[in-house]
Structures are given as C-alpha cells and as structure tokens.
C-alpha cells in the first residue's frame, strides 16, 4: 500500500476513496454499531422493507428517509 501523498480540503460531508476503501470502512462501521447495539438498545437498520413504498427498518419498525 502506499500514500498518495497530502490530500487538498474537501467539502464537509464528502468522501473520495476507493471501492475497496469505502467496503471496509463500511464494515468498521457496521461492527461498531453492532457492539453498541446490544450495549444502548440502539438500531443499526441492517435490513429494510417496503411498505406503501417507503423503506422501514424490519428490526425496529422505524421509517428509514433514503
């Protein structure tokens, strides 16, 4: 692996990176919201259906705005 080198400021809120990247950062993040799932009752909304066509969250029940 190697550096890129210092990256120019982006836009708050935006992300540039790889797919390979994005994939395990997704997965850091799951994992962690996973531990405090069981730890603060929170949700991660893993999976999701369509009712009335919006999204719910099929653990919890809340509506999901995509």
């Given amino acids: 692996?190697?550096?890129?080198?210092?990256?120019?400021?982006?836009?708050?809120?935006?992300?540039?990176?790889?797919?390979?990247?994005?994939?395990?950062?997704?997965?850091v993040i799951r994992g962690e919201a996973g531990r405090r799932l069981g730890a603060a009752g929170l949700c991660?909304?893993?999976?999701?259906?369509?009712?009335?066509g919006k999204s719910f969250c099929t653990k919890c029940t809340r509506q999901i705005y995509l």
């Fill in 1 to 27: 692996m190697r550096s890129l080198g210092q990256v120019g400021a982006l836009p708050e809120g935006e992300l540039y990176a790889c797919a390979r990247c994005i994939a395990e950062l997704e997965r």
């Fill in 44 to 52: 991660d909304h893993a999976k999701l259906e369509k009712r009335n």
